[in-house]
C-alpha cells in the first residue's frame, strides 16, 4: 500500500543522505521524496512516498525513528490528510491544438505560466493522480518535458507535527 | 580560561571521559592529535599493525568491560581499514568511538592524498557518526559521540576530524560539558507498566513457557535480574550465541543456546513451547529457521531496548521496549507479589518432556582412539581452566565448537562476533581483553584460516606484553566451508582446503613467542597443561584435529526450528 511518511529531521549536513541510505540499505521503497527547511531554520521537513506491506511500513518508521537526527515523524495515511504535488509541463501547442490545451489546463485549474509560438509550459499541482490524469488528457505525443516536485503533505483538522 | 589546540582539547576530551586506553594507528592527518597524544600520559595509546585489529581490540575491551572503546586512525586507508571492525561492532551493538583524522577542511572532495568521505563509507554500519567543523566544538562533539555509542541500543560512532582542526598554533577555550541532551534522542529508560504486567500474567499461565535471551542481557548488564526472575519461575532457559553468559550453563534450567547449532533440546523446547519471553533478542535467522515454521504454538513476549528489533522477523503478541534490567526487575517485582503462581503439574511435565530431549541427544560426539577430535580440546580447556577464562573466537567450526563445549557461567567472557561472521577478530579482540584483565586467562580459539587473518598482531602482543593463548585448531581447511560443501555440494571442496599452511610454531616464534604443536591425541591434557603453566608468555598452541568431524546438532535448512541433523547420518 502507499504511504506517505513526514518526517521532521535536524536541518544538518547528511542528515539527508541517512535517510536515503536507509531506504536503499534496507531495500525499501521510495516513490518520491521532497524536503526543504521549515519555519524553524534548525529543522528539515521531508516527505517520503513509499509502498510496502504493513509490516514493512512498520520498520520503515521504527528504523527512520532511530536515526539520531530524526526529531519526529507521521505516517500521513494513517489519517486524513492532504497531500499536494506540482508539475510543470512543457506541451506543443502549435494550431488548433492551442485552443483545446487551453481548456483541458482550464479543466484541471492549471495555468499556463509560459508561452512560444509553438509550446505551453503549464503548471498544475494537486494530488498525484490528477497530475497523471493530466498528462493523459493531453496525451503523451504533446508532451515534450515533466518535471514533478513529489509529494508534500500535512494532516487535516488540529493535527500538528511540531516539536 | 584555558585555551587548547583542537589537538588538545580532543585528548583532554578523552581524559574528562575516562577513556585509559585507545587503540590506533597514526598517519599524516592524525598527527597533530597523536602530538597531542605523545605530550600526556593518562590515556594510553596501543599501536596496532593494521587498523582493523585496533577495532577489535577496542571491540574485545568494551565486550569484557562494558566500558566503550576507542579508536585511533589516520583518514584514506587509515579509516577505510577499519569498517570490517566498525561493521563488526555494529551487528553486535557493541559501544565505541573511533577517532578518524580527515583531510585539511579546505581539501575536502578535492580528491585529496589520503582523503576519503568516512562519514559516507561508514554511514551504513554505525550508530551515528559526527564531523568536526570547528575545533571549538570538539569537546562537545567527543561528549556527544560516547553518549551515543553507549546508551540505548550501544553501537559505534565514528568522528571525522579534518586537520585543520587540531593545528597546534590555533588555541580556543576548553568547556567539557557536564551534560548533553538531544532532542531527537531520547532513549526508553523505563518499559511501559501495563505491557509488562501483561507480560507477567501471561508468564504465570504458561503451561510450557520458555525464556529466549540474548546479548541484549549483557550489554543491559541484566543477568543478576534474569537469573533472578528464572529461578524464581523455575522454567527452562536458553539463550543466542550472543547470549551466552547471561544465564549460568552449569544450572540445571539452562538449556544450552539455541538456532542454527544449538542444542537438540533448546531447539525442541522453543518449537515447543506455548510462550515465549525473549530477552534482549532479535530471533536472528541463525535462531528461527524459517520463520513461517518458527514456534507454531507460542505466543511471543519480546523486551529490547530497540524498538525496531520487535517484531522484526517474527511478531510480538506482547511488545515491550525498555532497557531489559529495568524492565526485569519490575517482572520480578510483580511476580512476587501476583497470588498467581506457575502451574506447578504443568511445569513439572513440561520438565519432563524437556529431560527427555536432554536424554536423546546430550551434545553427544563420536570419539576415535587416535585423532583428536576438536569438541575433546575444549572440554579439556574448560576442565583446565575451570571455566572461568575469557574465550574469544573466530568465525567458523572452531566458534561453534567453542560455544557448544566451554561452559561459560557468567556474562562478558564469551566474545566473538556473532552477527557479522568476521574471521580476524579473534586474536585482536583477545588483546583487548588480556591488557585489562592481566590476571585472567585469556584464550583465543580459532582455526588455521581465521587467525591468518590478522596474524600480524603477534607483534603487538609481544610489544605491550600481552600472553594470550591462541588455540589453534587445525583441521587443514576452511572448516565450516567444507562442511557446507560435504552436506549442499557434494563434498566439492571448492576453494575451501588450506594449502601452504605456514609453520605456526616457527612463526610463533619469529615474533618471539612460544609455539607448541599437538598432534598426538595421548599428549593433548598434559601439553594443554604446560601451555597454560606459561603465565607470562603468549603460547601458540596448533593442534591438529579430526579434518573430517562436522558441527552438530545442525538446522535443516528452510525447515523450522525442531527440524535437525543430530550427527552426518541422522536427521530429526
Known amino acids: ?163 | 580560561m584555558e585555551l587548547l589546540s583542537g589537538a588538545d582539547m580532543l585528548i583532554r576530551s578523552l581524559q574528562d571521559e575516562g577513556i585509559e586506553y585507545i587503540y590506533g594507528y597514526p598517519g599524516g592527518a592524525a598527527l597533530h592529535i597523536y602530538d597531542a597524544l605523545f605530550r600526556q600520559d593518562k590515556v594510553k595509546h596501543i599501536l596496532v599493525r593494521h587498523e582493523q585489529a585496533a577495532v577489535h581490540m577496542a571491540d574485545g575491551y568494551a565486550r569484557a568491560t562494558g566500558k566503550p572503546g576507542t579508536v585511533l586512525v589516520t583518514s584514506g586507508p587509515g579509516a577505510t581499514n577499519t569498517i570490517t571492525g566498525i561493521a563488526t561492532a555494529f551487528m553486535d551493538s557493541i559501544p565505541m568511538v573511533v577517532l578518524c583524522g580527515q583531510v585539511a577542511s579546505t581539501l575536502i572532495g578535492e580528491d585529496a592524498f589520503q582523503e576519503t568521505d568516512m562519514i559516507g563509507v561508514s554511514r551504513p554500519v554505525v550508530k551515528h557518526n559526527l564531523s568536526v567543523r570547528h575545533p571549538e566544538e570538539i569537546p562537545e562533539v567527543i561528549r556527544k559521540a560516547y553518549y551515543i555509542a553507549s546508551t540505548g541500543r550501544p553501537g559505534p560512532v565514528v568522528v571525522d576530524i579534518p586537520k585543520d582542526m587540531t593545528t597546534p598554533n590555533e588555541r580556543y577555550e576548553y568547556v567539557f560539558p557536564k551534560k548533553i541532551k538531544l532532542r531527537s534522542y531520547n532513549p526508553a529508560i523505563r518499559g511501559h507498566a501495563g505491557q509488562i504486567k501483561k507480560a507477567v500474567d501471561m508468564l504465570l499461565a504458561a503451561k510450557r513457557p520458555i525464556i529466549y535471551a540474548g546479548g541484549g542481557v549483557i550489554l543491559g548488564k541484566a543477568s543478576g535480574q534474569l537469573t533472578e526472575l528464572v529461578r524464581m519461575l523455575g522454567y527452562p532457559i536458553t539463550n543466542t550465541l550472543m547470549g551466552i553468559g547471561c544465564y549460568p550453563a552449569s544450572d540445571k534450567q539452562h538449556l544450552g543456546w539455541l538456532g542454527m547449532h544449538g542444542t537438540y533440546e533448546s531447539n525442541m523446547a522453543m518449537h515447543h513451547s506455548d510462550l515465549i519471553l525473549c530477552v534482549g533478542a532479535r530471533f536472528d535467522d541463525r535462531v528461527t529457521n524459517a520463520t513461517e515454521k518458527f514456534c507454531p504454538g507460542a505466543r511471543i513476549v519480546h523486551i529490547d531496548i530497540d524498538p525496531a528489533s520487535i517484531s522484526k522477523t517474527i511478531d510480538a503478541d506482547v511488545p515491550i521496549v525498555g532497557p531489559v534490567d529495568a524492565v526485569l526487575k519490575e517482572m520480578i517485582t510483580l511476580v512476587k507479589e501476583s497470588k498467581e503462581k506457575p502451574d506447578a503439574d504443568a511445569i513439572a511435565s513440561w520438565w519432563k518432556q524437556i529431560d527427555e530431549w536432554r536424554a536423546f541427544h546430550g551434545m553427544r560426539y563420536e570419539t576415535s582412539p587416535d585423532v583428536i577430535k576438536p569438541q575433546e580440546v575444549i572440554e579439556a580447556l574448560c576442565r583446565l581452566t575451570k571455566g572461568e577464562a575469557f574465550v574469544t573466537s573466530d568465525v567458523g567450526q572452531h566458534q561453534m565448537f567453542a560455544a557448544q563445549y566451554y561452559k561459560f557461567d557468567k556474562p562478558n567472557r564469551w566474545i566473538n562476533s556473532g552477527g557479522l561472521g568476521t574471521m580476524g577478530f579473534g586474536l585482536p579482540a583477545a588483546m583487548g581483553v588480556k591488557l585489562t584483565h592481566p590476571d585472567d586467562e585469556v584464550l583465543c580459539i580459532t582455526g588455521e584460516g581465521s587467525i591468518q587473518m590478522n596474524i600480524q598482531e603477534l607483534s603487538t602482543c609481544n610489544q605491550y606484553n600481552l600472553p594470550v593463548k591462541i588455540i589453534n585448531l587445525n583441521n587443514q581447511a576452511l572448516g565450516m566451508v567444507k562442511q557446507w560443501q560435504d552436506m549442499n555440494y557434494e563434498s566439492r571442496h571448492s576453494q575451501s582446503y588450506m594449502e601452504s599452511l605456514p609453520d605456526f610454531i616457527k612463526l610463533a616464534e619469529a615474533y618471539g613467542h612460544v609455539g607448541v604443536r599437538i598432534d598426538r591425541k595421548e599428549d593433548l591434557e598434559t601439553k594443554l597443561k604446560e601451555v597454560l603453566a606459561m603465565k607470562d608468555r603468549l603460547v601458540f598452541v596448533d593442534i591438529y584435529v579430526d579434518r573430517f568431524e562436522h558441527v552438530y546438532p545442525m538446522q535443516v535448512a528452510r525447515g523450522s526450528m525442531k527440524d535437525m541433523w543430530l550427527s552426518k547420518t541422522e536427521r530429526v
Open chain 1, 1 to 163: 500500500m502507499r504511504r506517505i511518511i513526514s518526517v521532521l529531521l535536524e536541518n544538518e549536513p547528511g542528515a539527508l543522505s541517512r535517510v536515503v541510505g536507509l531506504f536503499s540499505q534496507r531495500n525499501y521503497n521510495i516513490e518520491t521524496l521532497t524536503v526543504a527547511p521549515t519555519e524553524d531554520e534548525t529543522l528539515s521537513r521531508l516527505t517520503v512516498t513509499t509502498t510496502g506491506s504493513d509490516k514493512v511500513i512498520e520498520q520503515i518508521t521504527k528504523q527512520l525513528n532511530k536515526l539520531i537526527e530524526v526529531v519526529k515523524l507521521v505516517d500521513l495515511t494513517e489519517g486524513s490528510h492532504i497531500e499536494r504535488e506540482l508539475m510543470l509541463v512543457k506541451l506543443k501547442a502549435t494550431g488548433s491544438q492551442r485552443a483545446e490545451i487551453k481548456r483541458t489546463v482550464d479543466i484541471f485549474r492549471g495555468q499556463i505560466v509560459d508561452v512560444t509560438s509553438s509550446v505551453y509550459t503549464v503548471q498544475l499541482a494537486g494530488d498525484s493522480d490528477k497530475l497523471d490524469g493530466f498528462i493523459q488528457a493531453v496525451g503523451t505525443s504533446g508532451v515534450l518535458e515533466v518535471v514533478r516536485t513529489g509529494v508534500s503533505g500535512i494532516a487535516r483538522g488540529e493535527k500538528v507535527l511540531s516539536l
